[in-house]
């Protein structure tokens, strides 16, 4: 016989030891089940122990887990490698009832060595119900013990433990091992109870610190992401080799050194039914667990929850960006209609005695034999005049106080005309011009001349903002309420304090004497005059694009649309 291990957990010790060995050895069963052990190390652990217990050679525990079957088998020469078997349990018969399963053991060990013959040899198989015997043909094995493992109701299991010597388990031998398979299947239970509460509460503190980001918009959203992305390693079975990216559009969001990813869980990022990106956790190294799959059920419910919490973030943030910018257009409306009757009252003030200063100022310059001198200054008095004139006019038409004479117009054709006169000027400043006109455009409801004014006046602005050259897209296109003009250029930008107030009277970079201010706040005029709408978007050094958006032409007019 095998001399006794040094710890005494061997079962054929003498008979006033073994009450004390049996309880040693349940009692490190049942705590080996509340370490917190993967699957595959509480099983090499507890093969280690039932292996010296018995004092038998091989060992092998089968057991159901849900939709899955696992067969772990170790042996006496080698206590620490083991091998897992994982099947989906419609394949094994692992949970059938026991005499079925010591018949499915006599038929496999049976067939080891082929049929049996003259050489065969006789197999002790011990059960709860008593001793079989059987014979196979040049089995290592003489002795084996077939035990049930009590785990619950739905996962039943068994415990077989083989031996090379005969008569290896007796009466008294299978009355202890089966307590030690009670106290087997007992620490088997706890330690899947324990694993999986801890899964939980690793679960719900994940999606406790989303909701905690999600309920907040206090930072940027790209803030957001990155803080939601750092919750989601340690959320998952192995936190120490897992990693975690959240992508949206071109921004990607990491945890962790993203090494080469041996296993893989994504799920997509849809916002509003449109995918934006992904979500994305994996391993960056290997376990023997993931034999039996590297992610668990819950995990893909779990990603797919936040990457549900994650679009509705986006939702809000983007929800958020667009109520803040038509709050701010409204405000800039305002401004403008408020800084727009200021600009007719003072037009209207100014008008009168303007007026008579350039009527008197003609009527001077008329009279004969004036002196030179005096010539002279009356032609700077009659410029100034009309100079000023024109700024009364083009404050009147930033006040909509000049009404626009409209009719159905051709989008297109106004811009080829206006372009016709402006190309010259860009090829003079190193600029390409780039049409991107659309021919399916319907007619708009315009004043033709004026909307002449808003490109010329937007064309010029752009080859300003481009002195080393540069290229001008002039793009037209159909619009659900009309049609769409935009005028974009690759100039220097603009920075966000000087976009806010670009379209005020009087408002320029330029240098003093360099211009009035007024172009931008007349294409306003003209455009909101229209029935239309203007936006702009800027970056220094990258662009600036304006849109115009302006009405269909009203059905049964010429060139309007027909029914």
Request: glycine share 8%; net charge neutral.
């Amino acid at each position: 016989m095998t001399p006794a291990p040094a710890d005494g957990l061997h079962v054929n010790s003498d008979a006033p030891q073994r009450s004390r060995r049996f309880f040693l050895l349940t009692h490190r069963l049942l705590r080996l089940g509340n370490r917190g052990l993967t699957r595959i190390d509480f099983l090499r652990a507890t093969s280690r122990l039932l292996l010296r217990y018995a004092e038998c050679d091989s060992l092998e525990i089968r057991l159901t887990d849900g939709p899955f079957s696992y067969q772990w088998t170790s042996s006496r020469s080698s206590p620490r490698d083991g091998r897992l078997e994982v099947e989906p349990r419609s394949c094994s018969n692992a949970d059938v009832p026991l005499e079925q399963v010591i018949g499915a053991v006599r038929d496999v060990s049976a067939g080891l060595g082929g049929s049996a013959d003259a050489t065969s040899a006789l197999l002790e198989v011990w059960t709860p119900e008593g001793r079989h015997i059987t014979q196979v043909a040049d089995s290592a094995f003489r002795s084996m013990a077939v035990l049930p493992l009590f785990v619950n109701d739905a996962n039943p299991g068994t415990l077989i433990l083989r031996a090379k010597r005969s008569s290896a388990f007796h009466e008294t031998t299978m009355t202890e091992l089966s307590g030690v398979a009670l106290a087997l299947g007992l620490a088997i239970a706890n330690r899947r109870a324990q694993a999986a509460l801890r899964e939980r509460i690793k679960e719900l503190t994940c999606l406790y610190g989303v909701a905690r980001i999600t309920d907040h918009l206090t930072a940027s959203l790209d803030d957001q992401l990155q803080r939601i992305v750092s919750l989601l390693p340690p959320a998952w079975q192995f936190p120490r080799i897992a990693r975690a990216r959240i992508v949206l559009d071109s921004r990607v969001f990491e945890a962790g050194t993203l090494e080469t990813m041996h296993h893989i869980q994504s799920t997509p990022l849809v916002v509003r039914g449109r995918p934006r990106g992904e979500v994305v956790v994996g391993y960056v190294a290997e376990r023997d667990e993931f034999v039996e799959g590297a992610f668990l059920p819950e995990e893909r419910a779990l990603i797919d929850t936040v990457a549900r919490e994650i679009a509705w973030l986006v939702e809000r943030y983007e929800e958020e960006s667009e109520r803040r910018r038509l709050q701010e257009q409204l405000r800039h409306a305002d401004r403008l209609a408020t800084i727009g009757q200021l600009a007719a009252g003072v037009a209207h003030e100014l008008n009168e005695p303007l007026g008579n200063i350039l009527g008197f100022g003609q009527l001077a310059r008329q009279a004969g034999d004036l002196p030179e001198s005096t010539a002279r200054d009356l032609d700077k008095i009659i410029a100034a005049a009309l100079h000023g004139r024109e700024v009364i006019r083009k404050l009147m038409v930033f006040a909509r106080q000049s009404q626009p004479k409209k009719s159905a117009g051709d989008l297109n054709e106004i811009v080829e005309n206006g372009l016709y006169f402006l190309e010259s000027r860009c090829a003079k400043h190193g600029i390409v011009v780039e049409r991107r006109l659309a021919s399916d455009l319907p007619a708009v409801h315009v004043d033709a001349s004026q909307i002449h004014q808003v490109l010329v006046n937007l064309v010029v602005n752009a080859i300003q903002a481009m002195p080393n050259g540069g290229r001008l897209i002039i793009e037209s296109a159909p619009d659900p309420l009309g049609a769409c003009l935009a005028v974009e250029d690759t100039g220097i930008g603009m920075p966000p304090e000087v976009l806010s107030q670009i379209f005020n009277p009087f408002f320029t970079t330029k240098d003093v004497g360099e211009g009035t201010g007024l172009g931008l706040s007349v294409v306003h005029g003209i455009v909101t005059s229209h029935g239309g709408t203007i936006s702009v978007s800027s970056r220094a050094g990258v662009g600036t694009r304006f849109e115009i958006r302006l009405p269909l032409s009203p059905r049964g007019e010429p060139g309007g649309r027909s029914s």
